[in-house]
């Protein structure tokens, strides 16, 4: 079982920019979530996904969006690139959003 | 709204020393309360868990009360080894018990030195 997997592991974009991060579940699980973690704090959530569904969202503006697909895995964009979105994304998955979630290692966004 | 205070750290101990780690929460209802680690470049790693008042969650040596008079939720261990040190985090889900939705504390580490 390859967990939760998420890619790119890092990546560096311009300000103004757009980027994709991608997320797929662990074997079983139906239920994303994404979440922020900037330098020296804990991690804030941004958005769970559910049958393809935005379930719940966390305080982050419109230019953070995602999207599920048929086989549960994940994309998180965020448009219009600011300094301050530079942090480690993470992903984590459970199963109908209860129970345990796991969390994969994260892509860290450099944002110069 | 919802939050989560845990003491601010580095935590530095010798091996085998008592470790505590105070975590506080403020919340509407009854939340889900939990403790999260994360190992060097790793990801976050669910340590223990607890679901009502008075729960004790445990694993690996860890343990931490649910107290809803104190909205507490300390974590402590009574012999921490240097494979422990990590940073640990306290989060609370509102979400009937999902840990789809975790509120985080900011997170202590915590060094252990051989």
């Known amino acids: 079982d390859a967990g939760v997997t998420q890619s790119p592991t890092h990546l560096i974009k311009t300000r103004g920019q757009q980027v994709t991060l991608r997320c797929s579940p662990k074997?079983?699980?139906?239920?994303v979530s994404w979440y922020q973690q900037a330098l020296g704090q804990g991690p804030q959530f941004i958005f769970q996904?559910?049958?393809?569904?935005?379930?719940q969202r966390g305080n982050f503006p419109d230019r953070f969006s995602g999207h599920q697909f048929p086989n549960y895995s994940s994309e998180l964009n965020v448009n219009a690139l600011l300094l301050g979105d530079s942090a480690l994304y993470l992903c984590?998955?459970?199963?109908?959003?209860?129970?345990?979630?796991?969390f994969g290692q994260g892509t860290r966004l450099t944002v110069v | 709204g919802n939050s989560v205070t845990q003491m601010e750290g580095p935590v530095t101990l010798s091996e085998e020393a008592f470790l505590t780690i105070n975590c506080t929460y403020t919340a509407t209802g009854y939340p889900s309360l939990f403790w999260y680690v994360q190992y060097p470049g790793e990801g976050l790693q669910l340590l223990l868990k607890?679901?009502?008042?008075?729960d004790k969650g445990s694993n690996k040596g860890f343990e931490a009360t649910y107290r809803k008079e104190t909205t507490s939720f300390h974590l402590e261990k009574g012999s921490v080894q240097v494979s422990d040190s990590a940073v640990y985090f306290c989060?609370?889900?509102?979400?009937?018990?999902?840990?789809?939705?975790?509120?985080f504390g900011k997170g202590t580490k915590l060094s252990v030195k051989p």
């Open positions: 984590a998955s459970s199963l109908g959003g209860v129970g345990e979630a796991f």
């Open positions: 607890a679901t009502k008042a008075d």
């Open positions: 989060a609370l889900s509102d979400y009937g018990g999902s840990q789809g939705n975790l509120i």
């Open positions: 996904y559910y049958e393809e569904e935005e379930r």
């Open positions: 074997s079983g699980h139906d239920t």
